[in-house]
């Protein structure tokens, strides 16, 4: 049986409060970085399935909608999409050619990291505005962020 620990900060944020804060948060992460990168800036839906495809080359269509709880043709769309501006290719499976895998290019795995470069710049200047304190319950947060990353994904919320 779990441990079930109790909350004594009475400063805690409520969940509401939280989910307002990583919302918050993903959004500026979101509209931000790839300005701060120099690339384009993708819909919100193709930059969900590039992110996909980077996390998981060789998905299918279906395999992106299902773990991005997209609509098929809402996918496949940004497939479409993210074909043309070169950052996926659609590649035939070695096991049935009659299933595509979608996979990344060079330009995602560029742009992918020049956004992380850019974004870990800017959050080494925020953070250096923040007091020690909350630097340091932001990084021990990190874990626990992983967590709820994968626990929503996985429940499929």
């Known amino acids: 049986m779990p441990d079930l620990v109790e909350e ?14 990583l919302h ?3 959004w500026t992460i ?14 919100i839906t193709e930059a969900g399935v590039v992110k996909q495809v980077l996390e998981s080359p060789g998905a299918t269509v279906g395999e992106l909608s299902e773990a ?19 950052l996926v290719v659609r590649e035939p499976s070695p096991d049935d050619r009659r299933v595509v895998r979608i996979v990344p290019t060079a330009a995602a795995e560029a742009e992918r990291s020049a956004i992380l470069e850019a974004w870990a710049g800017s959050l ?8 020690v304190a909350d630097r340091a319950a932001l990084r021990r947060a ?4 992983r967590a709820l990353q994968r626990a929503i994904r996985d429940a499929s919320l």
């Not at 004594?8 to 804060?21: G, K, M, R, V």
């Not at 979101?30 to 993708?42: D, I, S, T, W």
């Not at 990190?142 to 962020?145: G, Q, W």
């Open 68 to 86: 991005l709880g997209l609509l098929q043709p809402n996918t496949s769309a940004a497939v479409r999409s993210l074909v043309q501006r070169g």
């Open 124 to 131: 080494d200047r925020a953070l250096a505005r923040m007091d």
């Open 142 to 145: 990190a874990p626990a962020l």
């Open 24 to 26: 918050g948060l993903a």
């Open 8 to 21: 004594s900060d009475a400063s805690a944020a409520t969940d509401a409060e939280l989910a307002e804060a």
């Open 30 to 43: 979101h509209r931000r970085a790839p300005e701060r990168a120099g690339v384009n800036r993708l819909p």
